[in-house]
């Protein structure tokens, strides 16, 4: 993704897959330091909100992966 200072940007993940799972900890590499901030919001309907803040403007990737159940 590409970014300017400031931007943030939000990815909503489910969590009701019957084959897959997300796991917060294990399953997201946080922005690195001075990058800006990664944050995770459990949302009502137990999806999960990724919320990235960018301390500075660039292009970025992040790894976001689901598992298999079992």
Do not use: R
């Not at 970014?3 to 690195?32: C, F």
């Amino acid at each position: 993704m590409t970014v300017n200072t400031g931007d943030k940007v939000t990815i909503t993940v489910p969590t009701n897959l019957d084959d897959l799972e997300w796991d917060s900890v294990k399953s997201v590499d946080d922005l690195p330091k001075g990058d800006g901030t990664t944050a995770y919001t459990k949302n009502a309907d137990n999806t999960y909100t990724i919320t990235n803040t960018f301390a500075e403007g660039g292009i970025f990737t992040q790894k976001n992966s689901l598992g298999t159940v079992g």
